[in-house]
């Protein structure tokens, strides 16, 4: 996750509500989670079920401060799906997962307050 950890900062520039609608955020359950030993800074590598229409798609996330591996199999997470893959060191994260920072720093997972399907849009 490429993030400012900005809190402090004000709201970014306005945008037109096709600009927002153009970032595909979708949830997705995280089917297999595997240490990411070989990353610049701690991550973890994810395969995360968006459902039929998106299927399986990988992601590398820097949630190790707060998340262990054993815990984030059958957890949704959102995730912007349509940005280019991107290569990191061998592996190839295919989607964003999105957290928040908490106090400290460490990312914080975002995700819905209640299931939803795999594959839902954010709107």
Known sequence: MHMNHDQGAGAADPIAFDDFLRVDIRIGTIV???????????????????????GVRKSSAQIVARYGLEELPGRQVAAVVNFPPRQIGKFMSEVLTLGFADAEGAVILFAPDRPVPNGSRLF
């Open 32 to 54: 297999e989670a595997e240490p990411f030993p070989e990353a610049r800074k701690p991550a973890f590598k994810l395969k995360i079920d968006f459902g039929p229409a998106i």
